[in-house]
């Protein structure tokens, strides 16, 4: 299969066009999609459109952008102004929007083809979608951010867009066997995307490799006033920083979090294999009791959210809504706001306990999820994101191992809060190491 880097290379040479790479994966699209459902909305006519322009741009000897001509998928709750953003639920059915989201503006001025809206679950929470695990269509693909992921696992398109909320990208992209990443919570604008929890969505993006995911994260990560939640950073050099040498050997930190004992046999045995592998360069540490509580913490702030942004779906059509998501809203509509305010008061305590760490190793190693995918009636669990969704720091998901049934099971790298650029340096340094090994 034809890496992204070299697509980039032949468009950037005229050895093929935007067209052509469209054309390309619109065939691939028409083939796998059928038995997989990723897309909520795809014109294939106007995908082309956008190639066309992109061509005639290029033929003038104007500047191209550094996704030009590079198909993305972009989860249906992001607004966009040529297609409908229905976020996963009939009660937004034919939903138009005058502009586009943050997110899409940036890809468009990169060059990218936005080739359709992917599948979401229901209002980006955990009633499934439509879509099928690309490798077992018995299987779910995970969520929300269920067919971004799917689409480029299965080579619908090298690149996708998705968000988090608890474990939306890095439990579909383990799942689904691709390179998930979500970066530091405010590095990535929202503005025009559905919200959740204005506390804890993220923004997230989906590649075949590490490499590919800085590429796409590095495009995203441009100051947004609109945006209430944004940190203030210079532009980092993600791309460059990622693919480099590191100036010394990384060293990981394992973590079996306090929640080890849900995560499967097959898992722990994985893990342990991974970590014998890895020798000198992991060590082994406990995290401080006060993560015991971070699961709590993170319902504490997520459901009284959820209920305040959901509150008019819920209020014009609460019985279009799954009983799961009726019973989020009415039980967050109970948290008290004091409750709410002691958990948020905890997110930065929770972050310095992590600082010790930090100081010794360059990213920590746990689990992305319990296993493999479940069945297609469920998302799977979160709960392996939970905490570092919470703390808002940057994770990643990458497909280094597969389970007992020879479906791809995740390895999560967390990193410090606003050191993007190492923590993707190391995780492409762990890639090649496990790949060199195989």
Known sequence: MTTLAATQKALRDGRITATDVTEAHLKRIAEVDPGIEAWAFIDPDHALRQAGKLDKLRAQGQPIGPLHGVPVGVKDIFDTRDMPTEDGTPLHAGRRTLEDSTVVRLLREAGAVIMGKTVTTELATFQPGKTHHPVDPSRTPGGSSSGSAAAVASGMVPLAVGSQTNGSVIRPAAFCGVVGYKPTRGLISRRGMLSVSRTLDQVGVFAPTVRDAAL??????????????????????LLATATSVPPLPPRVAFVRSPLWEQAGASTQEAFAELVDELGESVGTVELPQVFAEAVELHRLIQDPELAVSLAPEYERGKDQLSPRLRAMIESGSEITAAAHIRALARIPVLTRALDAIFDEFDAILTPATPGEAPGIETTGSPVFCTTWSLLGTPALSLPLMTGPNGLPLGVQLVGKVGDDARLLRTANWLWNRIATAA
Do not use: N
Request: glycine residues 4%; charged residues 35%; proline residues 5%.
């Open 216 to 237: 796409i994260a590095e495009v995203l990560m441009d100051a947004d006033p609109g945006e209430t939640a944004e940190r203030l950073h210079a532009r980092s050099d």
